[in-house]
């Protein structure tokens, strides 16, 4: 079975629309971008595209590559001040002279639609998320699209960074799953790997995950997205060899990938809804 992330995003999206035009709500997206890096710019100017579809405004917040920490901080505080603003995304990642931490812990929470924010990250971890991290989400959303539920399941998540990696562990033991987080410091990665239920590849190397890797009928979610040395688009799965061996397998593109914009909509929303309760009371 093919876990199509591209076809569960078009459902979530237009039904995020009809939420937003029945909601009588105006949210709003700013981006903040530092420097000229293409791939960031494409990122960005699809998660535009997405607020447009569904009823979102968005402002973008262009900086110079040259911006210092303190630039990037002072655009983020005008966000957070402005009130017509429900989210702020700040695109990662962020030029090497610029302190991505400080810059994540700027963001207010109640706008923190990226779900990195400290205050954020502790609410995942502690079992009651208010916004969590758009890819991690994304993938539970796909699973239960397709009926898999991760309870009782031994999961293991191959990669262990902020972004993906932990908070999609934290997602899966607040699901009530048996996870196992693996990284490059892991000894005998295979014999581990060999027995998930549900193998999750976050680790951003092109087809690192092989078929002996992978246990027969096992659901097998790849995360990546990289270019092999032919320069083709491919995840961290071997998709062609782990194929045959999985009950169910997200390809690259069109799995993950879209999830993690319709789940960014969907976050900016609920910013919306909950500022404006905070408005009401």
Known sequence: MILDGKKTSEKRLELLKEKIDESGLYPRLATVLVGEDPASQLYVRMKHRACERVGIGSIAIDLPATATTQDVIEAVNRLNHDNMISGILVQLPLPPQVDTHAVIEAVAPEKDVDGFHPVSLGRLFSGTPVFSPCTPLGVMTILAEYGINPAGKRVVVIGRSIEVGRPMAALLINADATVTIAHSKTVDLRSITSHAEILIAAVGRA????????????????????????????GDVDFARVEPKAAAITPVPGGVGPMTIATLMENTFAAAQMRSCRRLI
């Open 207 to 234: 087809r690192f995950v092989t078929a002996d890797m992978v246990s027969e009928g096992a659901v097998v979610i790849d995360v990546g997205t990289n270019y092999d040395e032919e320069g083709k688009l491919c």
